[in-house]
């Protein structure tokens, strides 16, 4: 079992930047990839990164590659998003996730272990 906390969301202007946080509680945390999604009002989740369980595999959707960076520390057992150049579209709530296996992975349903999640809003 894997619990996550996620922290760092906040109200950011546009072209900014926001680093959030997801901390993990367990022994098993080595043993997941992990992933960063987010949900906008009346949106359905949607990916928005991972990380393979060594950290040396990431994966990113198309909207945010080349501004956000999703790296873990197996040591700290925490996962991190790096959000550079936000905009107004970036606005919603970001959960960190855990999924048994070695991939990053975009699949939503390889995950089943979520955080509570966290507000970002970027002001335009």
């Known amino acids: 079992q894997v619990q996550l906390v996620e922290s760092g969301g906040g109200l950011v202007q546009a072209g900014g930047s926001l680093r959030l946080s997801c901390a993990a509680s367990?022994?098993?945390?080595?043993?997941?990839?992990m992933g960063w999604f987010r949900q906008a009002p009346g949106k359905e989740r949607e990916f928005v990164a991972a990380i393979s369980r060594s950290g040396g595999s990431t994966y990113y959707a198309d909207s945010v590659k080349g501004r956000f960076t999703i790296s873990r520390d197996n040591a700290k057992i925490t996962v991190d998003l790096q959000m550079n150049s936000l905009k107004p579209e970036d606005t919603a709530v970001y959960y960190c996730?855990?999924?048994?296996?070695?991939?990053?992975?975009?699949?939503?349903?390889?995950?089943?272990?979520w955080g509570q999640g966290t507000q970002v809003t970027v002001s335009s």
């Open positions: 996730a855990a999924g048994p296996t070695n991939q990053a992975m975009g699949d939503i349903g390889r995950y089943d272990h």
């Open positions: 367990g022994r098993t945390f080595r043993s997941y990839a």
